[in-house]
């Protein structure tokens, strides 16, 4: 059978989404992605396509040490009506955070219970230029598919990656022979993450005032830090928009007279994929320069500093705390109270004793990104467990609820999966959120206690069945 062309299928509008609190359970997802493995099983589990599959990621920027991302066989498969279910979880949240930043901005007393260095907590109240607080988000969420049921695992606010891995994978996905036959079946749509996002960039442009024509938009982040293959991808879409985007190193920033430079020429819109604790652990020129405009507020900048304090792993604690219950509706306070697995800041003086059973436990590091320095308790020995919580006390760092994700039969999708029965793989769903619609999903699969890049996690796709 020939395969799917990626780029033929439509895109699903988020705009044609409507919010919905209550889906039928279970979810259309647990059906769609059990016929897609039988697909993948009557094929002796499609062996051909793995190659093709790896071949394809080759020579796309979607690279992980320079071959192709680990990527799961099987891609995450919503209906219609699942997608409006993701999109009230995303948009509630969504407007939870909105209402949280603009809080910490205007109240030195509610900014105390984020606990934050006072240097960023002086960035995180630099002007916003445009009336969104975070035009750019990702809210990871484990999903338990066949009750509904679900809890958050963490909030993104800055570069919120796996674009490029989400969009790549996908069309990975449906260049399989098991992805044709499934095609073949059903009505399919993909996102196009790329373009709402950078819509969303430039609709801050225009909102902060922006007027050139042509506007000059560059992602700031550090040369070792930013990954330049979906730089350049978005390169490509924000042309198509009328925009150039390219990158600059933090350390290339000057600011003279009103006007950003790096080194290849002033700046007209800034994207801030720069993690905010990476740029106080490597001081710079560039970086003063970078702090100095945006508190003179003359250039914008797409998720501005303001957007830190939902991104840190201390706002799960915060959102359990009584200094949001006349910020919030008493929906959203039941709301957090159901989904937001409970958290608690350590130091020195804390009684780490009711910790002890690891099982029920994860230790997260305040500032951490990218999973970096995140231990699950069942991923340690007793003593192990011990001296994490010793660390994350000495550093103020955060343990939580551990919340045991939903697990779905997969298989990994490169050469390594040949052969390799069905297994099953623990999911978590990171939802989109691009000037506070819900716009795309980002799934990793994985059989560790931490669903990690440096724990082998497998990237999926992602398919929307519109058979209405």
């Not at 007279?257 to 560039?286: F, N, T």
């Not at 949001?324 to 509706?329: A, E, H, N, Q």
């Amino acid at each position: 059978m020939e395969a799917i062309e990626p780029t033929a299928l439509p895109v699903c509008d988020p705009s044609s989404i409507t919010a919905c609190a209550h889906p039928a359970a279970p979810l259309d997802s647990v059906a769609l992605e059990e016929e897609y493995v039988q697909i993948a099983r009557d094929l002796d589990g499609d062996a051909p396509s793995h190659e093709a599959g790896d071949a394809y990621l080759a020579g796309t920027n979607a690279l992980y040490h320079g071959g192709p991302i680990q990527w799961s066989f099987v891609p995450k498969i919503f209906s219609r009506r699942d997608l409006g279910y993701l999109a009230w979880i995303a948009e509630t949240m969504g407007g939870i955070m909105e209402k949280v930043t603009a809080r910490f901005v205007e109240d030195a007393a509610f900014r105390a219970h984020f606990g934050l260095d006072p240097r960023i907590e002086a960035i995180a109240c630099m002007p916003n230029a445009f009336p969104v607080q975070i035009p750019i988000a990702r809210v990871d969420i484990f999903l338990d598919e066949r009750t509904g049921a679900f809890k958050f695992c963490e909030l993104n606010t800055d570069g919120s990656s796996g674009m490029l891995s989400s969009t790549e994978v996908t069309r990975a996905n449906l260049l399989t022979e098991t992805g044709a036959r499934f095609a073949e079946r059903h009505a399919l749509e993909v996102f196009d993450i790329y373009r709402a996002c950078a819509e969303a960039v430039l609709a801050c442009y225009r909102d902060a005032g922006g007027t050139s024509v042509s506007p000059q938009v560059v992602a700031v982040d550090y040369a070792e830090s930013i990954v330049r293959e979906e730089i350049e991808e978005y390169g490509r879409v924000f042309a198509e928009h009328g925009a150039s985007l390219r990158f600059a190193d933090i350390r290339d920033l000057r600011y003279e007279d009103g006007v950003l430079y790096d080194a290849q020429g002033p700046i007209d819109c800034v994207w801030r994929r720069v993690v905010i604790s990476e740029m106080l652990e490597k001081p710079c020129a560039g970086a003063d320069a970078f702090m100095a405009c945006a508190e003179a507020g003359t250039v914008p900048i797409v998720g501005g500093f303001r957007t830190w304090p939902c991104a840190i792993k201390t706002v799960f604690a915060v959102l359990h705390s009584p200094a949001v219950r006349d910020i919030l509706t008493p929906e959203e306070l039941d709301f957090i109270q159901a989904h937001v697995p409970a958290t608690y800041l350590v130091d020195e003086e804390t009684d780490l004793t009711r910790f002890s059973d690891r099982e029920a436990w994860i230790a997260k590091p305040r500032d951490g990104y990218n999973s970096i320095g995140v231990r699950a308790g069942r991923d340690c020995t007793d003593e192990e467990w011990r001296q994490v919580l010793a660390e994350m006390a000495a550093t103020h760092g955060t343990v939580q609820e551990y919340v045991t994700p939903y697990a779905s039969p997969n298989v990994e999708g490169g050469v390594a999966g040949i052969g390799r029965p069905f297994e099953p793989y623990m999911n978590m769903e990171g939802l989109f959120l691009f000037d506070g619609r819900f716009s795309g999903v980002f799934t990793r699969c994985g059989q560790a206690a931490v669903i990690g890049e440096f724990a082998g996690r497998l990237n999926m796709g992602c398919l929307v069945v519109d058979d209405a």
